[in-house]
């Protein structure tokens, strides 16, 4: 059974940072794609940030490049989201992703709220 689990969210001040951290199991990790989403109230989802399998190439949205950085530790099954310059704007339950390149299925974790405000 697949099981991605975060950790990491919390309230944190307007120009705060955190680490999101993604711990997966029940699956190759280096054989995932990982990705990092976020959903607002009464907004959809939208990807934030992604790494390919070995880690060699990153992508992010516009809206959170220069302050937010995805990075994987392949021996530890873990991918992490390190978030800085937090602005209320940033607030929303984080959920991790796992693009499974073995089955093309991909999981998720049960998200992690992130909430910035004074």
């Known amino acids: 059974q697949v099981q991605l689990v975060e950790s990491g969210g919390g309230l944190v001040q307007p120009g705060g940072s955190l680490r999101l951290s993604c711990t997966a199991s029940?699956?190759?990790?280096?054989?995932?794609?990982m990705k990092w989403y976020r959903q607002a109230p009464g907004k959809e989802r939208e990807l934030v940030a992604s790494?390919?399998?070995?880690?060699?190439?990153?992508e992010y949205a516009e809206s959170v490049k220069g302050r937010f950085r995805i990075s994987r530790d392949n021996p530890k099954n873990t991918a992490y989201l390190q978030i800085n310059s937090l602005k209320p704007e940033d607030t929303a339950v984080y959920f991790c992703?796992?693009?499974?390149?073995?089955?093309?299925?991909?999981?998720w974790g049960q998200g992690t709220q992130v909430t910035v405000s004074s």
């Open positions: 992703n796992a693009h499974y390149l073995l089955t093309g299925v991909d999981y």
């Open positions: 029940g699956l190759t990790f280096s054989r995932s794609i």
């Open positions: 790494i390919v399998n070995n880690g060699g190439y990153t």
